[in-house]
Nanobody, 125 residues
């Protein structure tokens, strides 16, 4: 059964760090692109980073450039999102998803066909 499970969210102070994990089962993550998305209250879900089969990463949101990184551990079948220098505006539910394309060519929700349940990140003092 295909499944993605996000963990690692929580409450963190501004300037702090979190590492989110996206554990996959039912398929091998090294055969697919995996994207991280986030959705703040009252806002649409947005794609923020993606990693493709060749481990090339793409950042889709300028505001996380240099602060967030995506990586993959194929042995653990897990994708990570390292978030540093967190800001209150990073507060959102974070989701990982499996993409339909070979490369990170689209940040659209419709182009990702399997989703985790999400993990909440709250950045507040």
């Amino acid at each position: 059964q295909l499944q993605l499970v996000e963990t690692g969210g929580g409450l963190v102070q501004p300037g702090g760090s979190l590492r989110l994990s996206c554990a996959a089962s039912g398929f091998n993550i090294n055969s697919f692109t995996i994207g991280w998305f986030r959705q703040a209250p009252g806002k649409v879900r947005e794609g923020i980073l993606c990693i493709d089969k060749s481990d090339t990463s793409t950042t889709w949101v300028d505001s996380v450039e240099g602060r967030f990184t995506i990586s993959r551990d194929n042995a653990k079948n897990t994708v990570f999102l390292q978030m540093n220098s967190l800001k209150p505006e990073d507060t959102a539910a974070y989701y990982c998803a499996r993409g339909r394309f070979t490369f990170c060519v689209s940040n659209q929700v419709r182009d990702f066909n399997s989703w985790g349940q999400g993990t909440q990140v709250t950045v507040s003092s």
